[in-house]
T-cell receptor, first 115, second 113 residues
Framework: EPEVTQTPSHQVTQMGQEVILRCVPISNHLYFYWYRQILGQKVEFLVSFYNNEISEKSEIFDDQFSVERPDGSNFTLKIRSTKLEDSAMYFC?????????????FGDGTRLSIL | AQSVTQLGSHVSVSEGALVLLRCNYSSSVPPYLFWYVQYPNQGLQLLLKYTSAATLVKGINGFEAEFKKSETSFHLTKPSAHMSDAAEYFCAVLNNAGNMLTFGGGTRLMVKP
């Protein structure tokens, strides 16, 4: 069964550094998402992306964050000037379409640790 | 804004016992609801979804959930727990635009032998 794959599984970065989290969505999916889960807290929506544009974003997704689909297969989340509070598990998801009949499929996540 | 609340951050059952994980929603319009499961060191896997076609929804691994509008609930059940069901379970609601999931706090299910 096709899967969403995320790399790396664990990223350790010094505070203030930039980090790029990578995702390969399922190949025939057109909608892409990032979520995060701070340890012990809820899974939180960050952003959705379609047709090379952000279609929805949360308050968390400020100027520090950006997303990109640099080629036909990857979907990346960039965090500039990381802060301690950015430490979390980041999940990428993709779906073929939008709505209740096109569920989002999640990757295994990247654990980001900011030192 | 739509939201979901999961009562009980931890639930412990014996193997073979009934599993009941609670989820209540808040929505001004008919919601689209999902249950996801997260096994250790893995991502979120879709268990089942409610799309208004039927109030009783069957999912994978023997789980099912019933949508009750009068109670604003979408509780997840399984008649007989198995050790492999030990995981964290998340209830989620989809926004009207269909592009954002809002998750509950999660319930960690423990299964005792």
């Amino acid at each position: 069964e096709p899967e969403v794959t995320q790399t790396p599984s664990h990223q350790v970065t010094q505070m203030g550094q930039e980090v790029i989290l990578r995702c390969v969505p399922i190949s025939n999916h057109l909608y892409f998402y990032w979520y995060r889960q701070i340890l012990g807290q809820k899974v939180e929506f960050l952003v959705s992306f379609y047709n090379n544009e952000i279609s929805e974003k949360s308050e968390i997704f400020d100027d520090q964050f950006s997303v990109e689909r640099p080629d036909g297969s990857n979907f990346t989340l960039k965090i500039r000037s990381t802060k301690l509070e950015d430490s979390a598990m980041y999940f990428c998801a993709s779906s073929r379409g939008q709505g209740e009949y096109q569920p989002q499929h999640f990757g295994d996540g990247t654990r980001l640790s900011i030192l | 804004a739509q939201s979901v609340t999961q009562l009980g951050s931890h639930v412990s059952v014996s193997e073979g016992a009934l599993v009941l994980l609670r989820c209540n929603y808040s929505s001004s319009v008919p919601p689209y609801l999902f249950w996801y499961v997260q096994y250790p060191n893995q991502g979120l896997q879709l268990l089942l979804k409610y799309t208004s076609a039927a109030t009783l929804v069957k999912g994978i691994n023997g789980f099912e959930a019933e949508f009750k509008k009068s109670e604003t609930s979408f509780h997840l059940t399984k008649p007989s727990a198995h050790m492999s069901d030990a995981a964290e379970y998340f209830c989620a609601v989809l926004n009207n635009a269909g592009n954002m999931l809002t998750f509950g706090g999660g319930t960690r299910l423990m299964v005792k032998p």
